[in-house]
């Protein structure tokens, strides 16, 4: 379980720096209380969390060894995935994910409402919506379906928590000093890293 854990705190809190989700709670968190931003966002990627690790469980049912291929050749595709967008980014910046997180608060507050729940409910909408079919929530389901799901709900769950603490704190500070390609790069380098720690375990 630890190593479970270990591995998706890792994974979760890499991959998520610099995504769209983190820039809806940047660009929400400079508009709003920030408590109710991270309390909205943390309560999103929780319950997508707890999806990702009930599909990953429910592959389970499948023949190990080739849930075991497939584990492997989601890491690798979406390592490469991510090597390859890094290559094709400005050195600095972090200009495409959070130009997307910026067009969908700019729809989204067209009806703006800043009551707290109002902006709970606006956060967790954008986040939820923004996380659904993302790398993140694809790793999850992998490493769910390959180690006990209870560890990988707690560091995923945890991971989240601390990206949404520094997106709402000092996103934009990050931003400004650790470039996007740079993230991405290190997501996608983490994410092979995975596939051939799977691979020599299988």
Known sequence: MLTAFTASLVLITVSELGDKTFFISVILAMRHRRRWVFVGAVTALALMTALSVLVGQAATLMPQHILKWIEISLFIIFGLKLLYQASRMP?????????????????????????????????????????????????TIALAAANPPIGVVLGAVLGHAICAAIAVSSGRFICGRISERTLTAAGGGLFLLFAVVALRSS
């Open 91 to 139: 050195k600095t910046g972090c200009a495409s994910e959070e130009q997307e997180a910026a067009a969908a608060v700019e729809k989204a507050e067209q009806t703006r409402n800043s009551t707290p729940f109002a902006v709970i409910a606006e956060t967790f909408g954008l986040t939820f919506i923004a996380e659904w079919g993302d790398r993140t929530q694809i790793a």
